[in-house]
């Protein structure tokens, strides 16, 4: 009788998590929406091309289908996962990820739809998922700073003075390390093992020695494929809002944000503020349509960020832990 009331109480407390996270979620998307009002009021009064917009929205499940897909390859090792529930899990952790810094809570979200004897090993596996994506907005981003200054002479001459070319050679020296290191990741089972301090946590990273190369590659050129996906999207953004600027300066203008939102400690929930402020910075190289550059950025967030999770708070709603 004990064992059932014990059940019973786990599975209520379980109800009563799921109730908090989810109206925690929808209530910080509803926040920053009403917080947002100048960015639909700068909608309003701005002539806009719809077209941009139905294609944004039409890259939306292609941007966090390749996601799921990515991750369903990095858990492989542990457990087989249709697209249907790794793309669950995806959804569910971007619910996690919105409460916490630099959506940390997102590695401990997706693993919920693991059994539970693989969701400790699951969250290496989206760490490394974390790393290669963090590493391919790093890339892109130093590629986009290398053409401003091949490109667009004149902008770096007149609001990049103190970017000297030493500073281009350590973002590119940063990167060749974090490459390293990257495809040197199979080896940290090994050092966890000689440091006795985390032998205990080793037995949930043996399956981290069985990444190959190529492995690594394949899940780099996942995060390459999601990049241009939403890198495009940043792009249709400022072509809905009719900013005057050319597709490569737009894109280069991607790489520039994300390389610098991504090394920003931030929550998600702010993420779209931080976004905004960056945003304005390096579009102000070509425009300075400010209340049109966040309003930009804000759509960007609510489609990108904001409605995949509110699907996800749903779905969490639902699902069975």
Sequence with gaps: MKQITNKTYKKWLFVFLKLIILFAAIGFVYQRIV??????????QTKVNWFWLICIIALLPVNWSIEAEKWRFAVSKLQKLTFAKALRGTLIGLVFAIFTPNRIGELGGRVLVLRKRFRFAGVYATTICSISQTLTISMFGVF?????????????????????????????????????????????????KSRKILTQY??????LSEFSDKELLTLLFYN????????????FM???????ISFIEAWIVAGLIYLSVTFVPTFALAEVGVRGSV?????????????????????LWLINVALPTSLGAILLSKHKI
């Design 144 to 192: 986009a700073a290398l053409l401003l200054f091949a490109c667009f002479p004149q902008v770096i001459s007149t609001h990049f003075v103190e970017l000297s070319s030493f500073v281009m050679f350590f973002l590119i020296f940063v990167n060749l390390l974090f490459i390293a290191f990257y495809m040197k990741v199979n080896r940290l089972t090994r050092f966890i």
């Design 224 to 235: 390459s494929l999601r990049y241009l996906v939403f890198s495009v999207q940043f792009c």
């Design 238 to 244: 400022l072509f809905f809002f009719q900013i005057e």
């Design 202 to 207: 080793a037995k949930y990273m043996d399956y």
């Design 279 to 299: 945003a304005l910075f390096f579009v102000g190289f070509w425009s300075d349509k400010s209340a049109t550059i966040v309003a930009a950025m804000t759509f």
């Design 35 to 44: 917080t947002e009002e100048n960015a639909f009021k700068t909608l309003l």
